[in-house]
């Protein structure tokens, strides 16, 4: 069968920008994946997908005008109910098979055309049939429904159109825009498919201002991108008006000089893409005056409010241009660059002015305003928990450094959420922290202390920076602690995908604090440390909190790379320190890839189940009780072996205290091929548990090791 190439285009109103690319991925995968359902594209066909503010559309190759026809079989009933004692067919059955469409004029030839075949215990009759293959315009119309049906549209609108029936009137279509058009082209055929009241043709629009002609006609399927260039002044590929953009980015900035480059910003890129239909890069500026504010400020109001790319020179300051990415190319940009000039300086303006307002009061002449912002209804204000994540960094600033971590600590936590309190971080929340760095310098708090302010948010986000300095770990400890215990003390705890206060970022954060940075607190004794600092204000959760940390380090392990094997061995002791686990991966990954290692895993599971049925076993031996040579054997190599390796364990040589043991293979083989464990006499037993049971803590001090057999 011959094949054309099909082209779908839907045009419409401005799409939502941040979801644009998203909906693109979307029609085009759905339509594809409808069609090759159907038979009517290969499993191979290439799939295009085309997003710009106006349009949807999807390119795909290889599409047939009529499906392949298929051979079917269908169970039409078991034997006993479809034929009687004599074998005819029975009116139930003659019944199904005219509802089939097959010729039941000879009923006998009806019944032998059928197919006999087991079907569990009773045998049933099979009818084969052929189906006719789907024609390209009902397959059309079926996948074109099922992808405007799958769209991840954000939010419906409703709107009206004129019917096109004899009898004037209005129908209500729900889409997330007004559509205008529909292009449906099979090679250079049109495709009459229908939706959302339109009928497909082959027509579109271009640009909303820069179109060379209006409408712009395709006249083949595989020429949509070319002609909606050339003619309409689009560029329809999202993939490529981004690139676009970026090389213009590039350009400007090289051209401003100095070592300039746009700001980077991913998701600001995917939006600004979605905003125009052919690019057009300006440089722009503004009075170097503004520069005098903090430059995360003047970044955020350029990116959130206007969608502007900022220059940062070669030393990473902002400097007084930005780029702005315009949807028109008129011969003289100035009115453009002016306008774009005009209207970002009352925005940087009122950043100047909340930072000029917001250094007339200091961090501390704000600690007591926490007290009337309510932080959660069970768990107080903003003052309350302000003073329990005082007490916590204090705690942990004492254990972990004495007294001057302490002190400094807690004046880190006691100022940190005060500018929440600011003008700045009232119109712009992502600076909190941020800010709260600048106004600490400003009134003249040490750059330990200011520099833990502003980082005890951190890590934000997965990848992000871990605080800089001593006190900012130690605070940003004490945060994620404070929301931890306090909100797993009141029952929110997340569920499946929600996860409203984000504890599962704040878990994460402590994992990596204390892994990264090595901290000389184990993971049960900060929670201890946090949890009286609540009084009655929580009840139990504890437990819960646990396991929730543990899992989320177990996790975050896999995705770095270690087997699961390895992450349950380590994991099963819950280790106290998460600065070591890594250390005990790497031993456990080192120990596995012995040749002793697969027969010391197993006998450990069976060491493991022998003690947990013996119920509590006191390590203990008397040499004097040793009967068989391979008890003795085996006690003997201990004697020798077990001090080393506990020794290496101690000095935190954990890969080498797992080889050591490695050496136990042979006489462990030997012990449960020759000695009775469980002998009747009690004190015999009782030994041999005991050298058992000494065995087995010694094989575990690092990881269980029978997580490892297979």
Same mark, same amino acid.
Not at 371 to 399: D, F, P
């Given at each position: 069968?011959?094949?054309?190439?099909?082209?779908? /285009? %839907?045009?419409?109103? &401005?799409?939502?920008?941040?979801?644009?690319?998203?909906?693109?991925?979307?029609?085009?995968?759905?339509?594809?994946?409808?069609?090759?359902?159907?038979?009517?594209?290969?499993?191979? $066909?290439?799939?295009?997908?085309?997003?710009?503010?106006?349009?949807?559309?999807?390119?795909?190759?290889?599409?047939?005008?009529?499906?392949?026809?298929? $051979?079917?079989?269908?169970?039409?009933?078991?034997?006993?109910?479809?034929?009687?004692?004599?074998?005819?067919?029975?009116?139930?059955?003659?019944?199904?098979?005219?509802?089939?469409?097959?010729?039941?004029?000879?009923?006998?030839?009806?019944?032998?055309?059928?197919?006999?075949?087991? !079907?569990?215990?009773?045998?049933?009759?099979?009818?084969?049939?052929?189906?006719?293959?789907?024609?390209?315009?009902?397959?059309?119309?079926?996948?074109?429904?099922?992808?405007?049906?799958?769209?991840?549209?954000?939010?419906?609108?409703?709107?009206?159109?004129?019917?096109?029936?004899?009898?004037?009137?209005?129908?209500?279509?729900?889409?997330?825009?007004?559509?205008?058009?529909?292009?449906?082209?099979?090679?250079?055929?049109?495709?009459?498919?229908?939706? %959302?009241?339109?009928?497909?043709?082959?027509?579109?629009?271009?640009?909303?201002?820069?179109?060379?002609?209006?409408?712009?006609?395709?006249?083949?399927? !595989?020429?949509?991108?070319?002609?909606?260039?050339?003619?309409?002044?689009?560029?329809?590929?999202?993939?490529?008006?981004?690139?676009?953009?970026?090389?213009?980015?590039?350009?400007?900035?090289?051209?401003?000089?100095?070592?300039?480059?746009?700001?980077?910003?991913?998701?600001?890129?995917?939006?600004?893409?979605?905003?125009?239909?052919?690019?057009?890069?300006?440089?722009?500026?503004?009075?170097? &005056?503004?520069?005098?504010?903090?430059?995360?400020?003047?970044?955020?109001?350029?990116?959130?409010?206007?969608?502007?790319?900022?220059?940062?020179?070669?030393?990473?300051?902002?400097?007084?241009?930005?780029?702005?990415?315009?949807?028109?190319?008129?011969?003289?940009?100035?009115?453009?660059?002016?306008?774009?000039?005009?209207?970002?300086?009352?925005?940087?303006?009122?950043?100047?002015?909340?930072?000029?307002?917001?250094? +007339?009061?200091?961090?501390?002449?704000?600690?007591?305003?926490?007290?009337?912002?309510?932080?959660?209804?069970?768990?107080?204000?903003?003052?309350?928990?302000?003073?329990?994540?005082?007490?916590?960094?204090?705690?942990?600033?004492?254990?972990?450094?004495?007294?001057?971590?302490?002190?400094?600590?807690?004046?880190?936590?006691?100022?940190?959420?005060? !500018?929440?309190?600011?003008?700045?971080?009232?119109?712009?929340?992502?600076?909190?922290?941020?800010?709260?760095?600048?106004?600490?310098?400003?009134?003249?708090?040490?750059?330990?202390?200011? /520099?833990?302010?502003?980082?005890?948010?951190?890590?934000?986000?997965?990848?992000?920076?871990?605080?800089?300095?001593?006190?900012?770990?130690?605070?940003?400890?004490?945060? +994620?602690?404070?929301?931890?215990?306090?909100?797993?003390?009141?029952?929110?705890?997340?569920?499946?995908? +929600?996860?409203?206060?984000?504890?599962?970022?704040?878990?994460?954060?402590?994992?990596?604090?204390?892994?990264?940075? !090595?901290?000389?607190?184990?993971?049960?004794?900060?929670?201890?440390?946090?949890?009286?600092?609540?009084?009655?204000?929580?009840?139990?959760?504890?437990?819960?909190?646990?396991?929730?940390?543990?899992?989320?380090?177990?996790?975050?392990?896999?995705?770095?790379?270690?087997?699961?094997?390895?992450?349950?061995?380590?994991?099963?002791?819950?280790?106290?320190?998460?600065?070591?686990?890594?250390?005990?991966?790497?031993?456990?990954?080192?120990?596995?890839?012995?040749?002793?290692?697969?027969?010391?895993?197993?006998?450990?599971?069976?060491?493991?189940?022998?003690?947990?049925?013996?119920?509590?076993?006191?390590?203990?031996?008397?040499?004097?009780?040793?009967? &068989?040579?391979?008890?003795?054997?085996?006690?003997?190599?201990?004697?020798?072996?077990?001090?080393?390796?506990?020794?290496?364990?101690?000095?935190?040589?954990?890969?080498?205290? %797992?080889?050591?043991?490695?050496?136990?293979?042979?006489?462990?083989?030997?012990?449960?091929?020759?000695?009775?464990?469980?002998?009747?006499?009690?004190?015999?037993?009782?030994?041999?548990?005991?050298?058992?049971?000494?065995?087995?803590?010694?094989?575990?001090?690092? $990881?269980?090791?029978?997580?490892?057999?297979?």
């Amino acid at each position: 069968m011959t094949t054309q190439n099909l082209l779908v /285009e %839907l045009f419409v109103e &401005e799409l939502p920008p941040k979801v644009l690319n998203k909906l693109g991925a979307a029609f085009a995968g759905v339509l594809a994946e409808q069609l090759k359902a159907q038979g009517l594209a290969a499993a191979d $066909a290439v799939v295009t997908a085309f997003a710009s503010p106006r349009r949807l559309a999807a390119h795909v190759t290889g599409v047939l005008a009529q499906g392949a026809d298929k $051979a079917v079989q269908q169970k039409l009933m078991p034997v006993a109910v479809g034929l009687d004692a004599a074998g005819n067919a029975t009116p139930a059955l003659l019944k199904k098979l005219q509802a089939l469409g097959a010729d039941v004029s000879d009923p006998a030839a009806a019944v032998a055309a059928l197919k006999r075949a087991p !079907d569990g215990k009773a045998e049933a009759l099979f009818y084969d049939s052929i189906v006719k293959g789907a024609s390209l315009q009902a397959g059309l119309q079926k996948a074109l429904e099922e992808a405007l049906a799958k769209l991840p549209i954000p939010k419906v609108m409703q709107y009206q159109l004129e019917t096109d029936c004899e009898l004037p009137g209005w129908s209500s279509v729900n889409f997330v825009r007004p559509a205008h058009s529909l292009i449906a082209l099979h090679g250079s055929t049109v495709v009459p498919v229908k939706a %959302l009241g339109l009928t497909a043709g082959n027509s579109t629009q271009g640009h909303r201002f820069e179109a060379k002609v209006s409408p712009v006609v395709l006249p083949h399927a !595989d020429q949509y991108d070319e002609v909606l260039k050339r003619d309409g002044s689009v560029i329809a590929s999202f993939a490529e008006r981004r690139a676009e953009i970026v090389r213009q980015l590039q350009a400007a900035a090289a051209k401003v000089g100095g070592g300039c480059q746009p700001i980077e910003d991913e998701a600001l890129l995917d939006e600004v893409t979605a905003l125009v239909e052919r690019p057009n890069v300006l440089t722009c500026q503004f009075e170097t &005056e503004f520069l005098g504010v903090p430059q995360e400020c003047l970044i955020l109001t350029m990116k959130a409010n206007q969608k502007y790319f900022p220059l940062i020179d070669a030393s990473s300051k902002l400097t007084n241009r930005f780029l702005v990415v315009s949807n028109i190319t008129p011969d003289d940009a100035s009115l453009v660059i002016g306008g774009n000039e005009r209207v970002v300086r009352p925005r940087l303006a009122d950043a100047k002015f909340f930072f000029d307002q917001d250094r +007339k009061k200091t961090l501390e002449s704000r600690v007591d305003g926490l007290s009337k912002v309510v932080y959660h209804n069970k768990l107080g204000t903003q003052g309350e928990r302000m003073a329990r994540v005082c007490a916590i960094a204090k705690a942990i600033g004492q254990q972990v450094g004495g007294d001057a971590l302490a002190a400094q600590a807690e004046q880190a936590a006691r100022l940190a959420k005060t !500018d929440l309190l600011t003008d700045m971080v009232g119109e712009f929340p992502e600076l909190q922290g941020i800010m709260g760095g600048y106004y600490a310098r400003h009134d003249g708090l040490s750059g330990e202390v200011a /520099e833990a302010i502003e980082d005890h948010y951190k890590p934000r986000f997965a990848g992000d920076e871990l605080p800089r300095n001593h006190a900012g770990l130690v605070v940003a400890l004490a945060d +994620k602690l404070e929301t931890l215990v306090g909100m797993f003390g009141i029952g929110n705890v997340p569920t499946g995908d +929600k996860d409203p206060f984000a504890l599962r970022r704040h878990a994460l954060g402590v994992i990596r604090m204390l892994i990264e940075k !090595d901290v000389a607190l184990g993971l049960p004794e900060l929670l201890a440390l946090s949890a009286p600092v609540f009084g009655d204000k929580i009840s139990g959760g504890a437990e819960a909190l646990i396991d929730f940390i543990y899992d989320r380090l177990s996790g975050s392990l896999r995705e770095q790379g270690f087997s699961a094997q390895e992450v349950d061995a380590v994991m099963a002791l819950r280790p106290s320190r998460l600065g070591q686990v890594n250390q005990c991966l790497s031993a456990v990954r080192a120990f596995a890839a012995l040749p002793e290692s697969p027969a010391l895993a197993t006998a450990n599971k069976r060491i493991g189940n022998i003690l947990k049925k013996a119920g509590e076993v006191d390590a203990h031996v008397n040499p004097a009780l040793l009967q &068989e040579d391979a008890e003795k054997g085996l006690y003997a190599v201990m004697q020798k072996l077990l001090p080393e390796s506990e020794a290496q364990f101690k000095a935190g040589d954990y890969t080498a205290s %797992l080889q050591t043991l490695a050496v136990l293979r042979a006489p462990v083989d030997a012990f449960f091929d020759d000695v009775m464990v469980n002998a009747e006499e009690m004190d015999l037993r009782l030994n041999r548990q005991g050298l058992l049971k000494s065995l087995h803590v010694a094989m575990n001090r690092v $990881a269980d090791l029978s997580r490892l057999a297979a």
